[in-house]
């Protein structure tokens, strides 16, 4: 199983952004699948996550409000959804997920990046005016 994001593009402070999250050839209904990001110069951090059950987690304080990530009818894809963007959420946005999560579902407490074996390539969000 592979992933790939797309939907990264230029916005303007405030505006919103969706970002998309898919496994060709596969659904994602069996696996926990989370959003993170990456800075240059920083470590990427897990931003959000929705599990198998479609739980959801948020990691990140500074998105609580203006994020939100669900599946589609036929769980083929996984969308993250910001509002009320701001210059700060400029990043490098990645989808991972991992096999642990077909036997042993659940947004993890802390998102480590090393437990994450499966990653799509990054799509680029930059908010600016």
């Known amino acids: 199983l592979q992933v790939t994001e797309s939907g990264g593009d230029f916005v303007q402070p405030g505006g919103s952004l969706r970002l998309s999250c898919a496994a060709p050839?596969?659904?994602?209904?069996?696996?926990?699948v989370l959003w993170f990001r990456e800075v240059p110069g920083k470590e990427r951090e897990g931003v959000i996550c929705l599990s198998v059950a479609d739980r959801v987690a948020v990691y990140l304080d500074s998105v609580k409000g203006r994020i939100s990530v669900s599946r589609d009818n036929a769980r083929t894809t996984v969308s993250l959804q910001m509002d009320g963007v701001r210059p700060e959420d400029t990043a490098m946005y990645y989808c991972?997920?991992?096999?642990?999560?077909?036997?042993?579902?659940?947004?993890?407490?802390?998102?480590?990046?090393?437990?994450?074996?499966?990653w799509g390539q990054g799509t680029q969000v930059t908010v600016s005016s």
């Open positions: 050839g596969f659904t994602l209904d069996r696996r926990d």
């Open positions: 991972a997920t991992n096999v642990r999560s077909s036997w042993n579902p659940g947004c993890p407490a802390i998102p480590y990046v090393a437990d994450f074996d499966t």
